[in-house]
């Protein structure tokens, strides 16, 4: 599997001291924090522009969505000690908030209370992240050798989200939905641990790694309320 991947949801890494580990923590709740600006302005700009790169062929659409995701993992990890690697880090999450403008749009789109959504959509996720930071602030036990599972259901939802471009099943796509968030939920808890335990010693790949946790929560917990709490025109 691609060491690009593995690296951002966090199966590579060293050891820190104490004073090393709190303080890429500090900094990895900085750079989360701002990463969430060029999010909202690529939303934004995607709803302005009309941007739909999945809408005509998905699976090509999902491809090209692989390829420069890669691209951008591999360039974090190559310059992930410079000030680059933080300028790369903000393009991909301006890159990542254009992927979720059709989302929004829809949603905002289709339903009267799309707003009410979105903002239940971000609450619950901002509960989901400081519930899982406490959890793995307090747990005192290695879970170290969880992350090789975590991965395999990761790769094991990416299959279903492929197979479901074809199948088109609701039903399906609600149970990738509720695992992806009971998935991604646990790998807030164990990437947060790496970098309290010094697993993780550099900033801009743990927040790379969380940042797309709390995205794929935010993503499917947003698509779990729009179908049972959605109310059309």
């Known amino acids: 599997m691609n060491d690009n991947l593995q690296t951002a949801y966090g199966l590579t890494g060293s050891v820190a001291t104490a004073d090393q580990r709190n303080r890429v923590l500090r900094n990895t709740y900085w750079l989360l924090a701002l990463s969430m600006v060029p999010t909202v302005l690529g939303s934004w700009v995607g709803m302005q522009m009309g941007f739909s790169w999945f809408a005509r062929n998905p699976l090509i659409g ?79 036990r290695d879970i170290s050798g969880m992350g090789k599972w975590l991965f395999v259901g990761l790769l094991g939802i990416i299959a279903a989200s492929v197979a479901n471009i074809w199948l088109q099943m609701p039903a399906l796509m609600l149970t990738v939905s509720v695992l992806a968030i009971v998935i991604f939920s646990a790998y807030m808890v164990y990437d947060l641990k790496r970098v309290i335990d010094g697993g993780e010693t550099n900033y801009i790949t743990a927040t790379l790694a969380i940042y797309l946790d709390v995205y794929n929560v935010f993503v499917n917990l947003l698509s779990i309320l729009g179908i049972f709490g959605g109310e059309r025109d």
């Open 62 to 140: 999902f491809m090209v969505f692989m390829g420069v995701a890669f691209g951008f993992f591999f360039a974090i990890e190559k310059t992930k000690n410079s000030g680059l690697g933080v300028v790369l880090l903000l393009a991909f999450t301006f890159f990542m908030g254009l992927m979720l403008s059709r989302m929004i749009g829809s949603v905002l789109g289709n339903y009267r209370n799309g707003s009410q959504l979105i903002a239940m959509a971000f609450g619950g996720t901002a509960l989901v992240f400081f519930g899982m930071a406490t959890v793995a602030t307090t747990i005192k």
